[in-house]
């Protein structure tokens, strides 16, 4: 059974930081690309960033410079470091991993995690 599980969100100040980690089972972490989404209320679910096999990064506009991703295929996890949040960065974050095998594509949701910010 594959499980992505998402923690470390809650209410954070604007210009604070957050770590979100998602725990990953049931499938090998290493040949997946990674990936943080997150929607916002009455929006659609956007890209916050990848993470490719290799290690290959890619950051949506608005959190380049702000937003760190990072994966650990040993402990089965991917992290999404925030720094500098602002109000417009409010939304429920989710983990996805995917990859592709031969034609086949496989790819799977964490059932997400709140992160407010506000004053």
């Known amino acids: 059974q594959v499980q992505l599980v998402e923690s470390g969100g809650g209410l954070v100040q604007p210009g604070g930081s957050l770590r979100l980690s998602c725990a990953v089972s049931?499938?090998?972490?290493?040949?997946?690309?990674m990936g943080w989404y997150r929607q916002a209320p009455g929006k659609q679910r956007e890209l916050v960033g990848t993470?490719?096999?290799?290690?290959?990064?890619n950051y949506t506009d608005s959190v380049k410079g702000r937003f760190v991703i990072s994966r650990d295929n040993a402990k089965n996890t991917v992290d999404l470091q925030m720094n500098s949040l602002k109000p417009e960065d409010t939304a429920v974050y989710y983990c996805?991993?995917?990859?592709?095998?031969?034609?086949?594509?496989?790819?799977?949701w964490g059932q997400g995690t709140q992160v407010t910010v506000s004053s």
């Open positions: 996805n991993a995917k990859t592709k095998v031969i034609s086949r594509t496989f790819e799977y």
């Open positions: 993470i490719t096999s290799d290690s290959t990064i």
């Open positions: 049931g499938i090998i972490l290493s040949i997946y690309t």
